[in-house]
């Protein structure tokens, strides 16, 4: 399971952080699945009513995701892209890998990586966050961009202490 080894991170209090979801429609289900693992990871974190913002596919994610990252100290981005048998699948995971870091890097603003590379319809749902799935990665997202934001929150008014 690719999960082994995942740091044990206890939710903190983010009830002060403007975040966005901005989140792919291709594979409802999995889509569906994480979304609510992400609004899971919201509500044990104290974050009420972020901002979801629905787009065509993971190649839609970065551009989106720099368009709302001014206004929020963290974005989730979420999607899921399956293996076909052509190149588009290395295309697209890469665009949304390298867009997604430049958005991050160019904001600093933590952008959380919810987007499922896999091989096949059975690996994303398991990674989904569904009943009978190994795996949370909308929730993993989530609580991931929020624990960095409340880190960078500290780090800029400068109350940080490691």
Known sequence: MAGHGAPDIAPI???DLRVAV???SWHSVVMDGLIA?????F??????AP????VPGVFELPV?????APSYDAVIALGVVIRGGTPHFDYVCNAATDGLTRVSLDHHTPVGFGVLTCDNEQQA???AGLEGSNEDKGYEAASAA???AATLKKIRSRGFVG
């Open 13 to 15: 209090d983010c009830h």
């Open 22 to 24: 901005v989140a792919a």
């Open 37 to 41: 693992g992400a609004q899971r990871a």
């Open 43 to 48: 509500a044990d974190h104290k974050l009420e």
């Open 51 to 54: 901002v979801v913002v629905r």
């Open 64 to 68: 989106t995701a720099g368009a709302l």
């Open 125 to 127: 749902l398991d990674r």
């Open 146 to 148: 929020l624990q960095t």
